[in-house]
């Protein structure tokens, strides 16, 4: 009775954990810097459905939609991890959002296999599908609930690191998160990030 009891435990715990999310595809990147707060990762170019909306919207709604099938070819497409999101604020700086009314950003990465003239077409004209190039980014790491008061404690840090550090960010903090919400917390897998200017 009591090793039933032990391994319905354990499975309970394993579904919890969201572990079939680590099987997700997830974008490359090399990692050329590292320290005991964050690290300097080269992502190499990749294809996003990317979504603006504003704060009474889902973001997450209108791209999950598109990847199981509400584009033009109904084509379900694979999730992927991890679903970034931003705020969209002005930047002179070539890919980075351009719009200052409050909007929200969140992309969704596609498999590796679609680019922006093969992936589907979306029928929701707030989704685009763009290429970014390969860009460096700096991360920092953390787990918990991916709440904008978590974020906000890990983005400020990251930043004070890197001002420390005399590294130039290019954007806003990007909130990315790799695991479904009914993961545990203390088994998630979260990351505040900023795009660098990188020499």
Do not use: C
């Not at 919400?181 to 990030?193: C, H, K, Y």
């Amino acid at each position: 009775m009591q090793k039933n009891v032990v391994l319905f435990l354990i499975f309970i715990v394993f579904i919890a954990t969201g572990m079939p999310a680590m099987s997700y595809e997830e974008p490359q990147y090399k990692i050329v810097k590292k320290t005991d707060i964050y690290e300097v990762r080269r992502y190499a170019q990749r294809t996003v459905a990317q979504a603006k909306y504003d704060e009474e919207d889902s973001g997450f709604r209108i791209l999950f939609d598109y990847i199981s099938g509400k584009n033009e070819s109904a084509t379900d497409v694979a999730m992927t991890v991890p679903v970034a999101q931003s705020k969209d604020i002005n930047m002179t700086v070539p890919v980075t959002q351009t719009n200052n009314h409050g909007k929200m950003v969140m992309q969704f990465f596609l498999p590796k296999k679609y680019t922006k003239e093969t992936a589907p077409r979306p029928k929701d004209s707030r989704i685009d599908i763009i290429d970014l190039p390969a860009t460096y980014y700096a991360v920092i790491s953390y787990s918990g609930f991916a709440s904008e008061e978590n974020f906000q404690k890990h983005y400020k840090k990251l930043k004070n690191e890197l001002d420390e550090n005399s590294i130039t960010v290019s954007g806003p903090p990007i909130k990315a998160t790799y695991n479904s919400p009914f993961t545990l917390p203390f088994f998630r897998r979260n990351e505040a990030m900023y795009r660098l200017n990188w020499d």
